[in-house]
């Protein structure tokens, strides 16, 4: 099985209102490339969403387009991104790969495909810029990396891909299937009610504030001692030396005087 | 085998017309598919902002209740103007604020959307997103269906509905317009500005739910056509209508004669410090009976815009309740037909019929000659210098010397503005004929 | 008259529609037919703007920001320079206060 997870979003830029709300180009990308991966490897794809009813859109028109089956997790709109991969989880539990969006449309962080990833023990590949199926088995993934560069990585299975909007363009779905997909069955599950394991919380670090003593001097005292070119340490000194030796005291200095690492 | 239906009817357009054709259809039991272009019917859709929902009585009981609708026009006026003047014919009335109401201001995207609910509610099976680019046509030339631009797109019906407004391919297509001439159509351009809605209550005096509804002619730079202004809960809609070919054959775009109007001094007060909320355009179809095209053909009927059938007569610029009745007879037509087992024109007359014997085409038969005389250019150009010339004549006290007489100030205005006594009695006929 | 009526850009103007722009136009626009034509009826009259001549004579159009109203066809002057259609399904202007 391959699988597809969208958010729905409702109302960009116009919030609660259902004729602008959609899902993002990202999860329409990954509605597309989870469709050609089923196709090329035989297999069903099924589309995913933890979401209010309103979001039983985005999921016909996936179908629409050919995805096999559909579920809504019913979830409310704002439920928590390691809850939406929770639930998420639970319906893709042994999908081969799971395809995300990014980002959402509003804006989301992009975690919920890690939390899934995590979630499910899968590899994960964060943030495709581009995707080549290859045999489906194994596909290969680029990921952008500082400085303009591109990482090439090989995935196997079980993992979750999250693609950027650009990768792929969701098919125009066929009139047949618009007017069937009107009427399909879409799945509805409630979520698992998430106890939170109170042993396994992890408390974030925050270090405890502390006092400091009171500034001393005038204001403008102490953005002269800041900030003086005069008082700073003069870099410079005499020394005769021959030419090897020298250079080496000079590279030394800058180093020292961190012009150099 | 290859023009076995895929459903009963197929309505192309989600505007009034086809939302009514398909709430009409679905009701009666037909399996009836309702495509629209853009994203949600009412997407694609702009008009000037008044809406006369009456028609809606016989389909939507009580459609007042749910219907999206920014204030109920309980006052009314038309406006004469020249550069510097304006004469005002101003009504307002109670009656109009309460049910079953008369006029309604409201957003299309709005209005259109919730008409279309109500067609989805009643079966219909609305796909959206979805343009109809050709008709299908059986061995005998009969139409059987249309094809969209989806991948296996073709859908097969027994009849074709086409409320594919204005511009109407489907129509063209179907050979129901003997030609299309530019001079039958008004371009219209709007602009709806926000200000708050105290504002708009203090500077149009009403309160509540109430609005007003303006008409304007010789506001338009020389260019034939007319101007209104609608009021909405926090905005009001300012536009114009500006006959084709006159408008290609100057100088002046669409905004600037905007921009002019809305410096007149009768209108600025009323929008200053407004704020450009959405910028928009449409075609009309203005000719009324002078225009409109067969109305069906075997497996097809067109109604709304896509008939010609708006009635923009003026100070009169209906085309949103006559669309929606349209539809909705079309609908009832189609109905007949599909029961009786006879989808050509014969058995679709009963369509032509129920536009005869309603205001549908009554309107637009006692109205025939009105969209010309009110384009004209004596009406356009010299009448409002005219008349504003005449009431400053008679309202201006010119002490010492004694008021003149009416029928002095009446034939020197008309020669001041230069319009021929024979032409003056003519127009005032005809004006009584088609008005009166 | 008052003249500090606040001038809007065209482009403000504009940025107050949304348009959801296909890759493909929708309108085409043949500029060697437009090389003959004595009117321009199109570059006053497009509501959008979208018509702009060149020095050379000819004219650029663009389709992104169209209204889809159809003026530019029923005013132009020459046989065929403009073929129209509407944008696919789901794609071209979308309308929200009007
Ligand atoms: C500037 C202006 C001011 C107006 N003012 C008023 C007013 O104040 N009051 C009033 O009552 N009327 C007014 N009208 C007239 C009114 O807007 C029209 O008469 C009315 O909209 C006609 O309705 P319709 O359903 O026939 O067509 P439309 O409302 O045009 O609907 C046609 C529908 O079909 C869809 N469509 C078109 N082609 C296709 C296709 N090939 N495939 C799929 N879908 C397609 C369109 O997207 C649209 O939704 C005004 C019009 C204009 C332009
Ligand atoms: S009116 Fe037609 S032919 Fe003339 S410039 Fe415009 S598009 Fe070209
Ligand atoms: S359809 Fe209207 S908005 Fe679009 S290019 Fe033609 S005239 Fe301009």
Same mark, same amino acid.
């Given at each position: 099985?391959?699988?597809?997870?969208?958010?729905?979003v409702?109302?960009?830029?116009?919030?609660?209102?259902?004729?602008?709300?959609?899902?993002?180009a990202?999860?329409?990308?990954?509605?597309?490339?989870?469709?050609?991966?089923?196709?090329?490897m035989?297999?069903?794809?099924?589309?995913?969403?933890?979401?209010?009813?309103?979001?039983?859109r985005?999921?016909?028109?996936?179908?629409?387009a050919?995805?096999?089956?559909?579920?809504?997790?019913?979830l409310?709109?704002? =439920?928590?991104?390691?809850?939406?991969?929770?639930?998420? =989880?639970?319906?893709?539990?042994?999908?081969?790969?799971?395809?995300?969006?990014?980002?959402?449309?509003?804006?989301?962080?992009?975690?919920?495909?890690?939390?899934?990833?995590?979630?499910?023990?899968?590899?994960q590949?964060?943030? /495709?810029?581009?995707v080549?199926? =290859?045999?489906?088995?194994?596909?290969?993934?680029?990921?952008?990396?500082?400085?303009?560069?591109?990482?090439?990585?090989?995935?196997?299975?079980?993992?979750?891909?999250?693609?950027?909007?650009?990768?792929?363009?969701?098919?125009? =779905?066929?009139?047949?299937?618009?007017?069937?997909?009107?009427? /399909?069955?879409?799945?509805?599950?409630?979520?698992?009610?998430?106890?939170?394991?109170?042993?396994?919380?992890?408390?974030?670090?925050?270090?405890r504030?502390?006092?400091?003593?009171?500034?001393?001097g005038?204001?403008?005292?102490?953005?002269r001692?800041?900030?003086?070119?005069?008082?700073?340490?003069?870099?410079?000194?005499?020394?005769?030396l021959?030419?090897?030796?020298?250079?080496?005291?000079?590279?030394?200095?800058?180093?020292?005087?961190?012009?150099?690492? | 085998?290859?023009?076995?239906?895929?459903?009963?009817?197929?309505?192309?357009?989600?505007g009034?017309?086809?939302?009514?054709?398909?709430?009409?259809?679905?009701?009666?039991?037909?399996s !009836?598919?309702?495509?629209?272009?853009?994203?949600?019917?009412?997407?694609?859709?702009?008009y000037?902002?008044?809406?006369?929902? @009456?028609?809606?009585?016989?389909?939507?009981?009580?459609?007042?209740?749910?219907?999206?609708?920014?204030?109920?026009?309980?006052?009314?006026?038309?406006?004469?103007?020249?550069?510097?003047?304006?004469?005002?014919?101003?009504?307002? !009335?109670?009656?109009?604020?309460?049910?079953?109401?008369?006029?309604a201001?409201?957003?299309?995207?709005?209005?259109?959307?919730?008409?279309?609910?109500?067609?989805?509610?009643?079966?219909?099976?609305?796909?959206?997103?979805? !343009?109809?680019?050709?008709?299908?046509?059986? +061995?005998?030339? @009969?139409?059987?269906?249309?094809?969209?631009d989806?991948?296996?797109?073709?859908?097969?019906?027994r009849?074709?509905i086409?409320?594919?407004?204005?511009?109407?391919?489907?129509?063209?297509?179907?050979?129901?317009?003997?030609?299309?001439?530019?001079?039958?159509y008004?371009?219209?351009v709007?602009?709806?500005?926000?200000?708050?809605?105290?504002?708009?209550?203090?500077?149009?005096?009403?309160?509540?739910?109430?609005?007003?509804?303006?008409e304007?002619?010789?506001?338009?730079?020389?260019v034939?056509?007319?101007?209104?202004?609608?009021?909405?809960?926090?905005?009001? +809609?300012?536009?114009?209508?500006?006959?084709?070919?006159? #408008?290609?054959?100057?100088?002046?775009?669409?905004?600037?004669?905007?921009?002019?109007?809305?410096r007149?001094?009768?209108?600025?007060?009323?929008?200053?410090?407004?704020d450009?909320?959405?910028?928009?355009?449409?075609?009309?179809?203005?000719?009324?009976?002078?225009?409109?095209?067969?109305? !069906?053909?075997d497996?097809?009927?067109?109604?709304?815009?896509?008939?010609?059938?708006?009635?923009?007569?003026?100070?009169?610029?209906?085309g949103?309740?006559?669309?929606?009745a349209?539809?909705?007879?079309?609908?009832?037509?189609?109905?007949?037909?599909?029961?009786?087992?006879?989808?050509?024109?014969?058995?679709?007359?009963?369509y032509?019929?129920? #536009?005869?014997?309603?205001?549908?085409?009554?309107?637009?038969?006692?109205?025939?000659?009105?969209?010309?005389?009110? #384009?004209?250019?004596r009406?356009?150009?010299?009448?409002?210098?005219?008349?504003?010339?005449i009431?400053?004549?008679?309202?201006?006290?010119d002490?010492? +010397?004694?008021?003149?007489?009416?029928?002095?100030?009446?034939?020197?205005?008309?020669?001041?503005?230069?319009?021929?006594?024979?032409?003056?009695?003519?127009?005032?006929?005809?004006?009584?004929?088609?008005?009166? | 008259?008052?003249?500090?009526? %606040?001038?809007?850009?065209?482009?403000?103007?504009?940025?107050?529609?949304?348009?959801?722009?296909?890759?493909?136009?929708?309108?085409?626009?043949?500029? &060697?037919?437009?090389?003959?034509?004595?009117?321009? &009826?199109?570059?006053?009259?497009? %509501? &959008?703007?979208?018509?702009? %001549?060149?020095?050379?004579?000819?004219?650029?159009?663009?389709?992104?920001?169209?209204?889809?109203c159809?003026?530019?066809?029923?005013?132009?002057?020459?046989?065929?320079?403009?073929?129209?259609?509407? %944008?696919?399904?789901?794609?071209?202007?979308?309308?929200?206060?009007?």
């Amino acid at each position: 099985m391959i699988a597809a997870c969208v958010k729905w979003v409702a109302g960009v830029p116009e919030p609660g209102d259902e004729r602008f709300a959609g899902i993002s180009a990202a999860d329409q990308a990954a509605v597309e490339l989870a469709l050609r991966h089923g196709a090329s490897m035989g297999d069903d794809v099924v589309v995913v969403t933890a979401g209010p009813p309103a979001a039983e859109r985005a999921l016909r028109e996936a179908l629409a387009a050919g995805a096999t089956r559909a579920v809504r997790v019913d979830l409310p709109a704002d =439920a928590t991104s390691s809850d939406v991969a929770t639930a998420l =989880a639970g319906v893709v539990g042994d999908a081969a790969f799971v395809w995300c969006g990014d980002y959402s449309t509003d804006r989301g962080s992009g975690s919920v495909p890690a939390f899934l990833a995590a979630e499910r023990s899968a590899r994960q590949a964060l943030g /495709a810029v581009a995707v080549d199926l =290859a045999d489906g088995a194994t596909i290969s993934v680029t990921r952008r990396l500082d400085g303009g560069r591109r990482e090439v990585s090989t995935v196997s299975a079980p993992a979750v891909v999250s693609v950027e909007g650009a990768v792929a363009r969701l098919r125009r =779905a066929g009139l047949a299937g618009v007017l069937a997909a009107r009427t /399909a069955p879409i799945e509805v599950r409630r979520p698992a009610v998430v106890v939170p394991d109170v042993a396994a919380i992890v408390h974030a670090y925050r270090p405890r504030a502390r006092t400091l003593p009171p500034p001393h001097g005038s204001t403008l005292d102490r953005l002269r001692e800041l900030t003086d070119a005069a008082a700073a340490p003069a870099h410079g000194e005499t020394v005769h030396l021959d030419p090897a030796d020298a250079a080496d005291r000079i590279l030394t200095a800058l180093r020292a005087w961190s012009y150099l690492t | 085998m290859d023009d076995e239906p895929d459903v009963d009817v197929i309505v192309v357009g989600g505007g009034p017309a086809g939302a009514c054709a398909a709430l009409v259809a679905a009701r009666a039991g037909l399996s !009836t598919v309702l495509l629209e272009r853009g994203p949600f019917p009412g997407s694609k859709n702009m008009y000037g902002g008044v809406v006369y929902p @009456r028609i809606l009585d016989r389909l939507i009981p009580n459609w007042w209740e749910t219907a999206p609708i920014q204030r109920w026009v309980t006052r009314r006026s038309t406006m004469v103007l020249t550069d510097t003047q304006a004469l005002t014919v101003d009504y307002r !009335t109670e009656a109009w604020g309460k049910p079953p109401y008369n006029g309604a201001t409201a957003y299309r995207p709005d209005f259109d959307h919730w008409l279309a609910g109500h067609a989805e509610a009643a079966g219909a099976q609305l796909v959206c997103d979805t !343009t109809a680019v050709g008709l299908l046509r059986g +061995a005998s030339g @009969r139409i059987v269906g249309v094809r969209t631009d989806r991948p296996g797109g073709d859908l097969r019906a027994r009849v074709v509905i086409a409320c594919d407004g204005v511009n109407s391919f489907l129509a063209k297509e179907a050979g129901l317009f003997e030609h299309t001439d530019a001079k039958h159509y008004t371009l219209g351009v709007k602009e709806t500005l926000a200000l708050p809605k105290e504002v708009i209550d203090e500077r149009f005096g009403v309160r509540g739910r109430e609005g007003v509804d303006i008409e304007m002619i010789g506001c338009t730079s020389g260019v034939n056509g007319g101007g209104f202004l609608y009021t909405n809960l926090d905005s009001v +809609a300012v536009g114009v209508v500006l006959k084709l070919p006159k #408008l290609a054959a100057q100088q002046l775009r669409p905004e600037e004669i905007i921009a002019r109007m809305k410096r007149h001094p009768a209108i600025a007060p009323l929008i200053e410090g407004a704020d450009l909320k959405e910028y928009s355009a449409h075609l009309i179809p203005e000719a009324g009976l002078a225009m409109m095209p067969k109305m !069906t053909t075997d497996g097809m009927l067109v109604a709304g815009d896509a008939a010609a059938l708006c009635l923009a007569a003026g100070i009169w610029l209906e085309g949103v309740n006559f669309a929606m009745a349209s539809g909705m007879y079309a609908g009832e037509a189609v109905v007949e037909a599909v029961r009786n087992g006879d989808v050509g024109v014969e058995g679709l007359a009963g369509y032509q019929r129920r #536009l005869s014997e309603t205001f549908v085409l009554k309107d637009h038969r006692r109205l025939r000659r009105a969209p010309e005389i009110v #384009l004209s250019d004596r009406v356009q150009h010299l009448y409002p210098a005219m008349v504003a010339g005449i009431a400053e004549r008679m309202f201006q006290v010119d002490n010492p +010397a004694p008021k003149p007489r009416l029928r002095t100030i009446l034939k020197q205005e008309r020669k001041r503005v230069g319009i021929r006594r024979r032409d003056l009695a003519r127009d005032g006929l005809d004006g009584l004929r088609t008005f009166g | 008259m008052s003249d500090e009526w %606040p001038q809007v850009s065209f482009e403000d103007r504009m940025s107050t529609v949304e348009f959801r722009v296909h890759e493909r136009a929708h309108i085409v626009v043949d500029g &060697a037919k437009c090389a003959d034509c004595s009117t321009r &009826a199109c570059v006053v009259a497009c %509501p &959008a703007n979208l018509f702009v %001549p060149t020095s050379d004579g000819g004219i650029v159009f663009n389709y992104e920001q169209c209204f889809e109203c159809g003026t530019c066809y029923m005013v132009c002057n020459e046989e065929g320079a403009i073929s129209w259609s509407y %944008p696919e399904g789901g794609f071209g202007v979308v309308f929200r206060r009007t």
